[in-house]
């Protein structure tokens, strides 16, 4: 049996979960980024953290030279033995490069240099490449209740959606993130990583919108509801914009910049939700809530990028992106409603008053203006 051939049945028993010290003899005279890489984590099985972490090395400097770019989820370019081929082996790449950078992270925390253990943490993040829950759709519908400020008229200036820190969120179980990391330093024997990986999470922003989950199209039903109105426009005196979607918006991945975006739809759990984990998931991290906020049917768009460190930051929309429609809220400002259209007077935008609705006082609908 050649190298070649070797060198793939190992990988495919190594990402199968079968025994990695077992493997260790089928790849020990291979060079490539996944060989050192199963070392490396065959040697920190054996807490013999100083060969990790030259196994480690090893790797980085491989994928580095190389400048190895996923293009395919399910393939990987790999250099293989002495740099006189590329093999494409059929693996799960994204988890492969998210397990080796996490490995990576802690062994460098280990030996105290924080920086480039934040920097392999950080590409753990991108590599975990949550998708979308939405990927077979083209395009989707999404509804965003704001208030009238400086900070909605930027977004509509500026075509962009502002994305934020969890942390400015008004509810402080709107993402578990943060019960889990409070309650880190109880369940980790090793310390030493804990600080890096944490930092890695900062670069995580979040934009919520609403929408009929079941369709992902225009639904009036969902401008309709006064709770909405009352807890996120400013008790009627705000708006609501209704966004279309590409899908290059909605779930996107630069290998390049290290860049994520995805939308990802509420899970709203009844059970007991435990954060005594060593890791997190980015769903269970930013996307589960309590039943309680079950009727909002909420979306959430979920954005990573090592290069922003401020708490807001306005994501481009890009070409097939736009806002379809502005529906005011009934207590909302003339002068308010004005300063909205005119923004917005070169965009084929259709905008509505929402009303009572005379045959129920309890409900309000939207009314064409023109």
């Given at each position: 049996m050649d190298n070649?051939?070797?060198?793939?049945?190992?990988?495919?028993d190594y990402v199968q979960d079968e025994s990695k010290l077992s493997l260790f003899e089928k790849i020990k005279d291979i060079d490539s980024w996944v060989s050192h890489y199963i070392k490396a984590d065959i040697y920190y099985i054996k807490k013999d953290y100083k060969h990790a972490l030259v196994e480690i090395n090893k790797s980085l400097d491989q994928i580095n030279k190389f400048k190895i770019e996923l293009k395919d989820p399910n393939t990987a370019l790999e250099k293989f033995m002495n740099g006189e081929k590329l093999c494409i082996y059929n693996i799960n790449n994204e988890k492969l490069l998210s397990n080796f950078y996490f490995l990576a992270g802690e062994l460098f925390a280990r030996k105290g240099e924080e920086k480039k253990s934040l920097e392999c943490y950080q590409k753990y993040q991108f590599y975990l490449k949550t998708k979308s829950s939405f990927s077979d759709k083209k395009s989707i519908i999404v509804y965003s209740f704001r208030r009238?400020?400086?900070?909605?008229?930027?977004?509509?200036?500026?075509?962009?959606?502002?994305v934020?820190?969890?942390?400015?969120?008004?509810d402080p179980f709107d993402t578990l993130v943060f019960e889990w990391n409070r309650n880190l330093l109880n369940i980790c024997t090793e310390k030493t990583h804990i600080e890096p990986f944490k930092e890695s999470f900062d670069y995580y922003k979040i934009r919520s919108f609403v929408a009929n989950l079941e369709t992902m199209d225009v639904?009036?039903?969902i401008v309709s509801k006064i709770l909405m109105w009352s807890h996120y426009a400013d008790s009627h005196k705000g708006l609501c914009l209704r966004y279309r979607l590409s899908k290059s918006f909605f779930e996107s991945f630069n290998d390049k910049k290290l860049i994520s975006q995805c939308l990802r739809k509420i899970s709203y759990e009844q059970n007991n939700i435990s954060v005594n984990l060593t890791k997190i998931g980015t769903t269970l991290a930013y996307a589960t809530k309590s039943h309680v906020w079950e009727k909002e049917d909420e979306v959430r768009l979920i954005y990573y990028n090592p290069d922003v460190s401020s708490h807001f930051y306005g994501v481009p929309l890009d070409s097939e992106s736009c806002v379809e429609a502005v529906y005011f809220g009934i207590k909302m400002e003339e002068k308010n409603k004005r300063t909205i259209r005119n923004t917005l007077r070169r965009k084929k935008v259709k905008y509505y008053d929402m009303k009572n609705d005379p045959d129920n006082v309890f409900n309000i609908r939207p009314i064409l203006l023109k």
């Amino acid at each position: 049996m050649d190298n070649e051939t070797i060198f793939k049945n190992a990988i495919e028993d190594y990402v199968q979960d079968e025994s990695k010290l077992s493997l260790f003899e089928k790849i020990k005279d291979i060079d490539s980024w996944v060989s050192h890489y199963i070392k490396a984590d065959i040697y920190y099985i054996k807490k013999d953290y100083k060969h990790a972490l030259v196994e480690i090395n090893k790797s980085l400097d491989q994928i580095n030279k190389f400048k190895i770019e996923l293009k395919d989820p399910n393939t990987a370019l790999e250099k293989f033995m002495n740099g006189e081929k590329l093999c494409i082996y059929n693996i799960n790449n994204e988890k492969l490069l998210s397990n080796f950078y996490f490995l990576a992270g802690e062994l460098f925390a280990r030996k105290g240099e924080e920086k480039k253990s934040l920097e392999c943490y950080q590409k753990y993040q991108f590599y975990l490449k949550t998708k979308s829950s939405f990927s077979d759709k083209k395009s989707i519908i999404v509804y965003s209740f704001r208030r009238f400020n400086e900070y909605t008229l930027a977004d509509l200036i500026n075509k962009e959606i502002t994305v934020c820190h969890p942390s400015e969120m008004n509810d402080p179980f709107d993402t578990l993130v943060f019960e889990w990391n409070r309650n880190l330093l109880n369940i980790c024997t090793e310390k030493t990583h804990i600080e890096p990986f944490k930092e890695s999470f900062d670069y995580y922003k979040i934009r919520s919108f609403v929408a009929n989950l079941e369709t992902m199209d225009v639904d009036d039903n969902i401008v309709s509801k006064i709770l909405m109105w009352s807890h996120y426009a400013d008790s009627h005196k705000g708006l609501c914009l209704r966004y279309r979607l590409s899908k290059s918006f909605f779930e996107s991945f630069n290998d390049k910049k290290l860049i994520s975006q995805c939308l990802r739809k509420i899970s709203y759990e009844q059970n007991n939700i435990s954060v005594n984990l060593t890791k997190i998931g980015t769903t269970l991290a930013y996307a589960t809530k309590s039943h309680v906020w079950e009727k909002e049917d909420e979306v959430r768009l979920i954005y990573y990028n090592p290069d922003v460190s401020s708490h807001f930051y306005g994501v481009p929309l890009d070409s097939e992106s736009c806002v379809e429609a502005v529906y005011f809220g009934i207590k909302m400002e003339e002068k308010n409603k004005r300063t909205i259209r005119n923004t917005l007077r070169r965009k084929k935008v259709k905008y509505y008053d929402m009303k009572n609705d005379p045959d129920n006082v309890f409900n309000i609908r939207p009314i064409l203006l023109k």
